[in-house]
């Protein structure tokens, strides 16, 4: 089952909220399930607005950026080089990811910041 704790002191003071989910889902739909208010705009990975530090807990994981993904962190500046040419990368983050985009698997477990 994945497991999401979102965090967000711009709420207020430490809000947080556990979501779980036994299918693979986005984060942004993890999140409506949940009531947690990220911000969102087009939901197709192109204007950022979902943009979110994700910190997986645990074992490192597969991180898979899809181009629309890539195109908008890099203009956002928050593409860590490194990650820019590589379709895929083992990872410990926190690395932005946009939550229309990042898909939760069932074995994932991931704090995320917005």
């Not at 911000?39 to 490192?60: D, L, M, R, S, Y």
């Not at 962190?73 to 946009?98: F, I, N, S, T, V």
């Amino acid at each position: 089952m994945g497991l999401v704790q979102f965090i967000s002191p711009r709420i207020g003071g430490d809000w947080s909220m556990s979501c779980r989910s036994h299918q693979p889902i986005s984060l942004l739909k993890m999140a409506r399930m949940c009531n947690v208010p990220l911000p969102v705009h087009c939901q197709k990975g192109v204007c950022g607005a979902c943009a979110v530090k994700v910190t997986p807990e645990g074992k490192q994981q597969q991180l898979c950026l899809n181009v629309f993904e890539k195109q908008t962190l890099q203009g956002l500046g928050k593409l860590p080089a490194m990650l820019a040419g590589e379709d895929q990368k083992l990872w410990k983050g926190p690395y932005w990811r946009l939550a229309c985009q990042c898909i939760v698997g069932t074995g994932d477990q991931f704090f995320v910041a917005f």
